[in-house]
């Protein structure tokens, strides 16, 4: 049997607003409400909803035999819960289904995973629990912020009780084997899926690109590709930004037809069947190892830790915000807690990416700070801010 | 006693300034104007700006301008057929600008200005850009046209923009020559004698018949590096304008130690960064703002990160006048570790709130603010040292301030022009 598993990253971050040295000790709140409920809003209107609607009638009409599966972040979900429960409403529905599956991750898309350990675990128990009571489903694969990855990563999600998780194929550690297989870290037994990045590619990246040799992208022509990517006994794991529908891929590229009519092509013509995560650790064995000695992730060119862990405003923005970790664990309040993990997330530090070529662009295109040199500044300034709050009473005693 | 007739060349005056430039001629046409009959022509004016007695003539209010005359100056042609011509000019940067490129332009000897008879009025949406070369050309036309049937007794131009417009004032009527120098190319340009501008420069001192650097230190760039003859030179310090000072709370606990200026080589920001991670080892609480903008910042930014030194270390941006007044009510020690600094007003308004200064000795404001702390800029131990020295203990720090205080009462603009109606004497002697 053939199978495909399709996966979306749903993620939207709290961002910070221009925050200037002026503010630094007199102004607590740090996130621009106005331009995250903006972004929500629009998201909303030209992807989640539209989309929904779309995998919800898929399911419908396919009885079983289309499944999804996504990955929400708790800081989407609480902007959802926050601006458009509306939004939150159509996952539900979506749950409902039992064709949807929900991955765990960090609550906060963090890159806790590197920075702390305890953190880490914290994080995804949060994010566990979130699920649960959001969408009354338990989740049992892992899939970590931006699918960042190394052996320890494996080594704790095993420990945490999880049956598996998913990350990035990258060619040059798979050799000549094929991405589309079941792996296993190197020094214990543990299921983990890998993406197949040209597929997941082609939809997210390429699909629009008039340069590109495959423009335009046909359902036929990709199904065509899926089919001759899929030896017996494979599944191809097609992971992408749900922002991909509607929002980086406008509508009038013909997204959305082409999500309508993929099922069909793949089930009908090919027989390829479609299974989720857990899914896929159960019907497959592991086939191979798949040694993630240096962290990975699905970022950039480089595909590591850069696209936020490179130039030294990034490095110091990091080292900062975790420096704080034994105080904010010594307080116990849990309104700095909160504060501290939303500073955490990872796209603060992507906006600080002083890359060059498309990765810039990319990084720039997410961006709200006119230039990485910005986003580095008023985060430090906003953590500055944080910093003097969480010491307030031991400095002024 | 008949009053002296100053025809005054002017570029940037309030409210179109980029920087120092502006202020000191407003500064110094106010004090001035008491004394003497004050003829102004600038590039552009503002119709919100006027002075009692200062007559005002910004070229772009001008309804047609009549050329009668052909102009005199054969200084072009004296220059080499080819030469290097900055494409952008910014001598007071205030923009994150990328830096200054070069490219060679043939100088054609068949291409003469185009001349008319009639001049449209003088346009122009900034005062410097691509073409800063252009207007200043242009503007040492018009202007040299539009007075000559005007009464004055004496021209008076402020820095390069407007000396080829005073040098052909010059031939033409043989009126003596002041040349009032705010700032100097080999500054601005890290020593860079290869210029256009810099040859403006040395060509226009070298004509008048007064110079009046804003400092002597200034005043011996200019002997030592443009070859100027020392008895032409009388310095005129800068005054300031008053202002009530006032204090503003700080919301955090840590002192604050200011830096104010373009963020470009000639100010020295690096070893203020420097400065800072030697400061804050031994005195964490601490923050460091770096408020003003330029070509620097991004890779200052940068070091500072580099230096771990991000939660202590700040950078505003460009600010206006009303929040570095802010800033400075709440500063505790201002540094200006300036590489060369013609004069350094800054340093007096910071004086003016009372806040310690540290300058650097290369700089004009440290001959007359005797009651700051001096050091080389390259020193950043002892400018570390003494940054310390204030911060840690505050009877030290309000000596400091106070010792400040007395200088400032000479720092006038006022008795600038005293200085300057002493130079026009003995001209016109």
Redesign the interface.
């Known amino acids: 049997m053939r199978s495909v598993t399709l996966c979306f990253q749903v993620h939207q971050p709290f961002r910070i607003k221009p925050y200037?040295?002026?503010d630094?000790?007199?102004q607590h709140s740090y996130e621009d409400e106005g331009h995250n409920k903006l972004v929500i809003n629009r998201v909303s209107d030209l992807c989640y909803l539209p989309t929904n609607k779309i995998l919800l009638q898929l399911i419908k009409k396919y009885k079983g035999q289309f499944r999804v599966a996504f990955s929400i972040s708790g800081t989407t979900i609480e902007q959802f819960k926050l601006y458009r429960p509306d939004v939150i409403d159509s996952f539900i529905a979506l749950a409902k289904t039992d064709c949807v599956e929900f991955l765990a991750e960090t609550y906060y898309h963090s890159l806790s995973s590197i920075f702390s350990a305890n953190t880490f675990i914290e994080q995804i128990e949060a994010h566990r629990k979130l699920i649960r009571s959001t969408f009354d489903y338990q989740t049992e694969v892992f899939r970590n912020t931006e699918l960042i990855h190394n052996n320890a990563i494996a080594e704790t999600i095993k420990g945490l009780g999880l049956k598996g998780m998913i990350t990035e194929g990258i060619p040059s550690l798979l050799e000549s084997q094929s991405t589309n297989n079941l792996f296993s870290p190197a020094q214990t037994s543990f299921p983990i899926i890998l993406r197949n990045c040209i597929l997941s590619d082609d939809i997210a990246f390429r699909f629009s690109d008039k340069n590109w040799k495959g423009y335009p992208l046909t359902v036929e022509k990709y199904s065509s590709w899926i089919d001759k990517s899929l030896k017996k006994n494979e599944n191809a794991t097609i992971y992408v930004d749900y922002e991909t529908f509607g929002e980086h891929q406008k509508k009038n590229s013909g997204i959305f037809t082409f999500l309508r009519k993929l099922p069909g092509m793949l089930i009908d013509t090919y027989g390829i069947e479609f299974m989720n995560p857990s899914e896929v650790i159960d019907y497959h064995e592991i086939h191979s190892v798949y040694d993630a000695h240096e962290t990975i992730s699905w970022a950039d060119v480089e595909k590591n830790l850069s696209a936020w862990h490179l130039?030294?405003?990034q490095?110091?923005?990091i080292?900062?915000i975790y420096s704080l970790e034994p105080l904010i664990r010594k307080m116990q309040i849990r309104k700095h807690t909160e504060k501290w993990n939303k500073l955490q997330t990872s796209d603060h530090f992507y906006y600080m990416s002083t890359k060059g070529m498309s990765d810039g662009e990319v990084h720039q295109y997410f961006s709200p700070f006119a230039?990485p040199?910005d986003a580095?500044?008023h985060y430090?300034?906003v953590?500055?801010d944080f910093?003097?709050e969480v010491r307030k009473k031991k400095?002024?005693s | 006693m008949k009053k002296t007739k100053v025809l005054m060349l002017g570029w940037e005056f309030p409210p179109i300034i980029n920087g120092g430039l502006g202020v000191a001629c407003l500064g110094l046409s106010k004090a001035l104007s008491k004394q003497v009959e004050l003829t102004l022509i600038l590039p552009k004016s503002d119709p919100s700006i006027a002075l009692n007695l200062v007559d005002i003539i910004g070229l772009n209010q001008q309804e047609r301008i009549r050329i009668r005359e052909d102009f005199q100056t054969n200084f072009y042609e004296e220059l080499e057929n080819v030469y290097t011509l900055p494409t952008t000019i910014a001598p007071y940067q205030t923009i994150t600008e990328t830096q200054v490129k070069t490219k060679q332009v043939k100088k054609s000897k068949k291409q003469k200005i185009v001349r008319s008879e009639f001049y449209k009025p003088f346009e122009l949406e900034n005062l410097y850009g691509n073409d800063t070369i252009q207007k200043v050309i242009e503007y040492a036309t018009v202007s040299a046209d539009l007075c000559m049937e005007w009464d004055f007794d004496v021209i008076h131009c402020h820095d390069w923009m407007t000396m080829l417009a005073g040098v052909e004032i010059k031939q033409r009527t043989g009126k003596p020559l002041v040349l009032h120098v705010h700032s100097l190319e080999y500054d601005r340009n890290q020593g860079n004698t290869d210029s256009w501008v810099y040859q403006v420069e040395k060509h226009a001192m070298e004509q008048a018949d007064a110079i009046l650097p804003v400092s002597n230190y200034t005043g011996n760039i200019a002997v030592a590096h443009y070859g100027i003859n020392p008895r032409k030179i009388h310095s005129v310090h800068n005054g300031v304008e008053k202002v009530i000072p006032y204090k503003v709370d700080?919301?955090?606990?840590e002192k604050i130690v200011l830096f104010i200026g373009r963020v470009t080589h000639q100010k020295g920001p690096e070893y203020f960064v420097e400065v800072a991670s030697k400061v804050l080892q031994e005195y964490p609480l601490a923050?460091f703002?770096v408020a003003g903008t330029g070509d620097k910042?991004?890779e200052l930014?940068?070091?500072g990160?580099?230096k771990?030194l991000?939660?202590?270390i700040?950078?505003?941006g460009f600010l206006s006048k009303e929040?570095i007044h802010?800033l400075l009510a709440m500063a505790d020690v201002y540094c200006m570790p300036s590489v060369s600094e013609p004069f350094g007003l800054s340093a007096l308004e910071a004086a003016q709130f009372g806040v310690p200064c540290v300058v650097s000795k290369q700089s004009g404001v440290s001959e007359v603010l005797m009651g700051a702390l001096k050091v080389d800029f390259w020193d950043v131990d002892k400018m570390a040292h003494y940054i310390l020295m204030l911060l840690k203990d505050p009877t030290f720090a309000k000596t400091i301030s106070e010792n400040a205080q007395f200088d400032l009462e000479y720092c006038t603009w006022e008795n600038a022009a005293i200085e300057i109606q002493e130079v026009y004497k003995k001209l016109l002697a």
Request: hydrophobic share 40%; glycine share 4%; charged share 25%.
């Open positions: 200037t040295f002026f630094i000790g007199k130039n030294s405003m490095k110091e923005a080292e900062k230039s040199h580095y500044l430090m300034n953590v500055a910093e003097l400095l002024f | 700080k919301p955090f606990p923050r703002v910042l991004k930014i940068e070091t990160a580099h771990h991000g939660l202590n700040h950078f505003t929040k802010d």
